[in-house]
C-alpha cells in the first residue's frame, strides 16, 4: 500500500507539471480552459525538451527533477481553479480510474523488446548515433519513449517509464468530456457532441487495454481528437483570422503528437490540404498569412518535425524509416540501402496476412505486389480480426440509435466533406500498402462510419434526458 501511495504521489506531480507545460505555451490573451488541450500542449513541450535535452545531457534524476519541478512551477503560477471548477468531479474521477493503469502487471509486448532499452539509453547516454545497428527496434524511434525518459525520477526510478502512454489517454478523455459537457443548454454543435461521445465510448472499451499500447494506441487515440478539432473548425459559422488561429494551434499540437509517435503518420498533413482551403479568405490576407508563419506553434511544429527526422537519421542513417529513398548509406553507422529494402517489404508483407510467428507465405515478393494478397488476408486477418471489430464498432453504433434516437427532425447543416475526402484517401491507401489495424486502420475505419452517424443521430435525437442518458452511458 506504501508503494502505492507513492506512485499515485508521483503520477499527479507529473500531470500537474504537464499541464504547467501547457500553460507555457498559451498567449497572454488566451484563456484555455481545456484541460485536455491544455495536457496535449504540456506532453509537446516535454517531448521537444527531450529531444533537444538528449543531444547534451543525460536524462537522469537531475535533468528530470528539474523540468518537473519547473512544470510545477508553471502551473502554479498560472492555474485559476475558477476556470476549471465545473468539471472538477469528472476530472477527479477519471484521474483516479486511469492511475489504474500505471498498476498493470504486464507491460507491452515490445516493452522489453526495445521499448524499454531505447528509453534506458536516454536516460544513461547522450547524442545518440548509429543504435540502429543493435537491432531493427532502435531504427524507428517513437517520441513516447522520450517522453517516458523524463519519467525516471528519484524515489520511483524505473517504474514510471511505462506511463507516457496512460497520459495520452487521460488528456485525450479529458477533452472529449470536455466537448460533450461544454454546453448543457444543447445550443452548440451536436454534431461534434455525438462524434465525441463515439470515440469516448471507442477509445475506453477497443483500447482499453494499455498493455497493448506501444507506440501504436496512442497515435491512434488522438486521430479522434484532430478528427474532432478540424470538424469543429469546419462548422464554425465564424470563418474569421481568431477562429482560425485558435483551431490552428490546436491542429498543429495534435497532428505533431501523432507524427511523432509513428513518423508514417506524416501522410495525415493531407487533412490540412483541405481545410486551409476551407479558410481561404482569411489567408488571402497577407497580414494575417505572415501572422500565422511566424505563429510561435508553426515554429515549434516546424523545429520538431526537423528533430523526428534528425533522430531518425542518426539512429539509421535514413530520414524516414523505412523508406530506402530516403536514405544515405555512406556513413559510418548507415543500415545498407539493401536491408532498408527488405525491412520495409517484411512490414509489407506482415501487415497483409504474408507472415506471422507460425508461417511464412513462399514467394514474399510476388505476394505483396498488386492484390495478389487479398485472398489469403481474408482467410487469415480479415477474418475474425476485422469482421470482430467492425461487429464491435456496429454494436457501439446501434447503441447510439436507440439510446438517443427521435422522431423529431432538426434541420441543420453540417459540414464533413472536406474531412471525409481525405480520410477516404487515407483509406485507399492503407488498405492498398498495409491493410493491418495496427497501422491506422482502427481509426480510419472508426471514423469513416461515425462521422456520417454523428451527422444523421445529431439531426434525429430525442432531447429528453440527453445529458443525463449519456452520463449512464460513458459510465
Excluded at 503520477?11 to 497572454?28: A, D, E, H, P, V
Excluded at 525516471?152 to 488528456?171: D, E, N, Q, R, T
Excluded at 539493401?338 to 512490414?347: D, I, L, P, T
Excluded at 452517424?453 to 449512464?472: A, G, P
Aim: with cysteine; hydrophobic share 50%.
Amino acid at each position: 500500500m506504501h508503494n502505492i501511495l507513492i506512485l499515485f504521489f508521483f503520477y499527479l506531480i507529473i500531470l500537474i507539471s504537464t499541464l504547467g507545460f501547457g500553460f507555457l505555451i498559451n498567449s497572454k490573451n488566451e484563456k484555455e480552459t481545456s484541460l485536455g488541450i491544455l495536457g496535449l500542449k504540456g506532453i509537446f513541450i516535454l517531448i521537444l525538451l527531450s529531444y533537444v535535452t538528449n543531444f547534451f545531457v543525460q536524462h537522469n534524476f537531475i535533468h528530470n527533477s528539474a523540468i518537473i519541478l519547473a512544470g510545477l512551477y508553471l502551473f502554479a503560477s498560472n492555474f485559476k481553479i475558477k476556470n476549471y471548477l465545473n468539471n472538477y468531479k469528472l476530472i477527479f474521477i477519471l484521474v483516479l480510474i486511469s492511475f489504474l493503469g500505471i498498476l498493470i502487471y504486464k507491460n507491452h509486448d515490445d516493452f522489453f523488446y526495445y521499448h524499454f532499452g531505447y528509453t534506458l539509453s536516454l536516460v544513461n547516454f547522450t547524442k545518440l548515433i548509429g543504435i540502429g545497428n543493435f537491432e531493427h527496434g532502435f531504427r524507428t524511434p517513437s517520441s513516447i519513449f522520450y517522453l517516458n525518459s523524463l519519467f525516471y525520477l528519484p524515489v520511483i526510478k524505473y517504474f514510471m517509464m511505462h506511463s507516457g502512454a496512460i497520459f495520452f489517454m487521460v488528456f485525450s478523455n479529458f477533452f472529449l468530456l470536455e466537448k460533450i459537457f461544454i454546453s448543457k443548454k444543447l445550443n452548440k454543435n451536436l454534431f461534434i457532441v455525438f462524434l465525441s461521445i463515439l470515440s469516448f465510448i471507442f477509445i475506453n472499451t477497443v483500447f482499453s487495454r494499455i498493455s497493448e499500447h506501444g507506440t501504436d494506441r496512442s497515435a491512434l487515440i488522438l486521430i479522434f481528437i484532430f478528427a474532432v478539432i478540424i470538424l469543429e473548425s469546419l462548422n464554425n459559422k465564424n470563418h474569421n483570422f481568431e477562429n482560425f488561429k485558435y483551431y490552428y494551434n490546436q491542429i498543429l499540437i495534435v497532428l505533431f503528437l501523432i507524427i511523432s509517435l509513428k513518423v508514417f503518420y506524416l501522410i495525415y498533413l493531407i487533412f490540412l490540404i483541405p481545410w486551409l482551403y476551407n479558410y481561404r479568405k482569411v489567408l488571402i490576407n497577407f497580414n494575417n498569412l505572415r501572422r500565422i508563419l511566424f505563429n510561435k506553434f508553426t515554429l515549434f511544429f516546424s523545429c520538431g518535425l526537423i528533430l523526428i527526422i534528425i533522430t531518425s537519421f542518426f539512429n539509421s542513417g535514413c530520414l524516414i524509416y523505412p523508406a530506402s529513398f530516403t536514405c544515405l548509406d555512406n556513413f559510418s553507422w548507415s543500415i545498407q540501402i539493401s536491408e532498408v529494402k527488405a525491412m520495409n517489404g517484411w512490414y509489407e508483407l506482415w501487415s497483409k496476412a504474408g507472415a506471422s510467428p507460425t508461417y511464412r507465405v513462399e514467394n514474399p515478393q510476388f505476394y505483396i505486389q498488386n492484390f495478389n494478397w487479398l485472398n489469403n488476408w481474408f482467410t487469415n486477418y480479415f477474418f475474425n480480426k476485422v469482421s470482430d471489430f467492425l461487429l464491435v464498432l456496429l454494436f457501439i453504433l446501434i447503441v447510439i440509435f436507440f439510446v438517443f434516437k427521435g422522431k423529431q427532425k432538426i434541420k441543420t447543416k453540417i459540414s464533413y466533406k472536406l474531412f471525409y475526402i481525405p480520410l477516404l484517401i487515407l483509406f485507399i491507401e492503407w488498405f492498398y500498402n498495409h491493410p493491418a489495424l495496427r497501422y491506422g486502420g482502427f481509426s480510419v475505419l472508426a471514423l469513416l462510419l461515425f462521422v456520417p452517424f454523428s451527422s444523421f443521430i445529431s439531426k434525429n435525437f430525442r432531447k429528453k434526458n440527453i445529458y443525463k442518458k449519456t452520463k449512464i452511458l460513458l459510465l
